[in-house]
């Protein structure tokens, strides 16, 4: 019995028309599409040669300037002058040479990824000038993808969600835009090249010999040297930092198991404290500039002023230092980290590590011994916060816990004022059994620095609804971000604001018993503290038991909440060590023999 076949249509053409039961293939059709719109602009050159001409040419000149600029562009706003864009970038010109000798398809790949690669280097120049600006350093690309969703929250609690969205959605249109845009200007500079090939391996051979001669010569333009290799020098910076990030991760772990006081007995640590109520309370962004700028100083002299003396009549008596923060301009947790942990935490990874490890902190110190309660008041934090557990807090109170009804003042979540009260109401004016150690993260110096909160009398303070009115008839933040004038202003009012609530708090409140120790994180970002501005930050220890502070008199720190010009100065990773030993605690290390 013969075998039945399904009957089979014979193949159609590449021309013939689908038949109704034989759909053409969505490829084809848009192949079919671009074929039509090709056509449709051979004809459009055609009929209008000249202007087709001005374009060509228009396009090409503006595809060598991209280029051009990308080889160019520094990775500082400071190094942004148009001298820099008046040299020859040896880069195009081995460029020019590979590509004259590559056939089409290896010359079309060469080209695109070379423009790729530029593309790619523009956006990390850029998010290099960002990072500059705001926080002192490059960006980096192992570490630092993690910040800029900071950012957009930073953006979100300053300008709104409509505008942090729309901004990181033009930055990713603007990356995505330049990487393809600068391999489309390479792809047809390669193909101009190929076009003109005599001509361009002439120009290139007169560019190599004038870029050579001016090495050799030194010849410069306007104060800069005209032969250049910006761009690989860029991407050379670039690898050696993903290098020695790589490298530093296992340095660091190495270096976070060595702790001097990490075996020490709890009865061996800070004993000349026991009994005392002991804070620790960070300043946000309370820097030296707030202190010796000639703009905010004024303000800010007069506040630390007032609060000496006032809490001279209550008392107490202060002494004050520097300290070189390992952050600068944002990234706060990296300097609480690097003051309570005594270890140089200055990246993301580097506090992974030390905040997965066993190494004790100032705080953590305390709660060892047995003798003091310990807590946190954070505003700032608005989401699980695991480090509490190797801070050594008991409790932490965020953002949610203090009963705060009021309006947020753009990123701080509550003023300063209502902050320490709750801290008072809650924990600091509780009876308790044992003294209390606390860490106090204060935030209305948070940049943008507007609108700023006004001191308001602390029987008014109640759940934050009469910060209302002074929210809603304070400065917008819009108005402040882009003005550097303004925010420098603006900035040392927030601090006034800050340290003054913090001073009417330990007049208000303070004991016998009160032993107070703050200090600045970090300095404000550079626009606001300078672009050569030192990482310095104010540190003052206030007390009325006079013993505190003869414990620390060889420190020779200015006495007073001012510290002078030339008080001593040391890195922030070193107070740890230096106050447990102040405070009688018998050093026991680990890790020294690893």
């Known amino acids: 019995m013969p075998v039945s076949t399904p009957f089979r249509r014979p193949p159609q053409s590449a021309d013939a028309p689908a038949t109704p039961d034989t759909p053409a293939p969505a490829a084809h059709t848009r192949l079919k599409a671009l074929r039509a719109r090709l056509a449709h602009w051979h004809a459009w050159r055609t009929r209008h040669p000249r202007t087709a001409l001005v ?230 962004s309370y820097g030296r500039s707030a202190i010796e700028d000639p703009v905010t100083a004024p303000g800010v002299g007069r506040a630390l002023d007032t609060g000496t003396k006032a809490l001279g009549g209550a008392g107490f008596r202060a002494r004050s230092g520097w300290l070189t923060s390992a952050t600068f301009g944002g990234s706060s947790w990296l300097g609480h980290s690097t003051f309570m942990s005594g270890l140089w935490v200055d990246n993301q990874q580097r506090y992974r590590t030390v905040t997965a490890s066993d190494h004790l902190t100032l705080t953590k110190a305390f709660e060892k011994t047995g003798h003091w309660d310990t807590v946190g008041v954070m505003p700032g934090v608005q989401k699980a916060w695991p480090e509490a557990e190797w801070y050594g807090l008991d409790k932490v109170y965020d953002a949610f816990d203090v009963g705060y009804r009021g309006p947020k003042f753009s990123w701080s979540t509550m003023p300063d004022q209502y902050a320490l009260e709750a801290f008072q109401r809650l924990e600091h004016g509780r009876a308790r059994e044992r003294p209390l150690m606390a860490e106090v993260v204060l935030t209305s110096s948070h940049q943008p620095w507007a609108p700023i909160p006004r001191m308001v009398g602390w029987d008014e303070i109640g759940d934050g609804s009469v910060y209302e009115g002074i929210e809603a008839s304070g400065v917008e933040a819009a108005d402040v971000i882009a003005d550097s004038t303004r925010s420098k202003e603006e900035y040392g009012k927030s601090v006034e604001y800050s340290v003054t609530s913090l001073t009417q708090w330990l007049e208000r409140y303070g004991t016998d018993d009160t032993v107070l120790v703050f200090l600045g994180d970090h300095q404000p970002l550079a626009r606001v503290s300078g672009d050569k501005a030192s990482r310095d930050v104010p540190v003052s220890i206030v007390a009325k038991d006079p013993k505190v502070l003869d414990a620390i008199d060889d420190w020779n720190w200015t006495e007073g909440l001012e510290p002078a010009e030339n008080a001593p100065v040391w890195k922030m990773d070193s107070f740890r060590d230096r106050f447990l030993t102040a405070y009688g605690s018998t050093p026991h290390p680990t890790g020294t023999g690893d």
């Open 55 to 284: 374009v060509r040419r228009a396009t090409t000149v503006l595809a060598a300037a991209l280029v051009l600029g990308t080889l160019l562009l520094p990775n500082t706003f400071a190094a942004l002058e148009p001298n820099r864009f008046a040299r020859i970038p040896a880069e195009a010109v081995v460029g020019a040479v590979l590509l004259l000798c590559l056939p089409r398809p290896a010359r079309l790949a060469a080209s695109a990824l070379f423009g790729t690669v530029l593309g790619a280097l523009t956006v990390l120049n850029l998010l290099d000038m960002g990072f500059t600006e705001y926080l002192g350093r490059g960006f980096n690309v192992v570490l630092d993808w993690g910040l800029l969703d900071d950012a957009q929250s930073y953006l979100a609690d300053s300008m709104g969600g409509a505008a942090a969205t729309w901004a990181a959605v033009g930055a990713v249109g603007l990356a995505l835009a330049l990487l393809l845009v600068t391999a489309l200007a390479a792809v047809r500079l390669g193909e101009l090249l190929a076009a003109y090939r005599e001509r361009a391996a002439r120009g290139a051979l007169m560019a190599a010999t004038v870029w050579m001669t001016c090495v050799a010569l030194g010849v410069q333009t306007f104060g800069t040297g005209i032969a250049t290799t910006n761009a690989s020098a860029l991407l050379q910076a670039q690898a050696h930092r993903v290098t020695d990030t790589l490298r530093d991760e296992a340095a660091f772990a190495k270096e976070a198991a060595s702790d001097r006081f990490g075996a020490t007995p709890g009865d061996q640590l800070v004993p000349d404290l026991r009994g005392k109520d002991v804070i620790f309370t960070f300043i946000e």
